[in-house]
Nanobody, 125 residues
Framework: QVQLVESGGRLVQAGGSLRLSCAAS??????????MGWFRQAPGKEREFVAA???????YYTESLKGRFTISRDKVKNTLYLQMNRLKPEDTAMYYC?????????????????WGQGTQVTVSS
């Protein structure tokens, strides 16, 4: 079983930066998780893909966030990160960390069977 706990979300002004963390407990890469991702969900909207990293450290991003967001992981700490720069009010959302089965389906929510509880990011204008 894998447990994921996100942290780092807070209120920030537009143009600022945040780094989200996702601490994973249990067996992840190499066992039943081949990709880990970040998703976000704004009020009244569907959950959307942000970024993912596969077991071989290949990274994937939603096109509109490339250049501003960076996903990474610390294998020793078993922690996933999302560095977010030049934040905009439209980045306001609950951000979720997730562990999934197939890196080929990195952007599909139904590929992920482990989810954290989320961390709120609010960007003020």
């Amino acid at each position: 079983q894998v447990q994921l706990v996100e942290s780092g979300g807070r209120l920030v002004q537009a143009g600022g930066s945040l780094r989200l963390s996702c601490a994973a407990s249990g067996r992840t890469f190499g066992f039943n998780v081949n990709v880990m991702g970040w998703f976000r969900q704004a009020p009244g909207k569907e959950r959307e893909f942000v970024a993912a990293i596969s077991w071989d450290d290949t990274t994937y991003y939603t096109e509109s966030l490339k250049g501003r967001f960076t996903i990474s992981r610390d294998k020793v700490k078993n922690t996933l990160y999302l560095q977010m720069n030049r934040l905009k009010p439209e980045d306001t959302a609950m951000y979720y960390c997730a562990g999934g089965r197939s890196s080929a389906r990195y952007a599909s929510t139904d590929n992920y069977n482990y989810w954290g509880q989320g961390t709120q990011v609010t960007v003020s204008s």
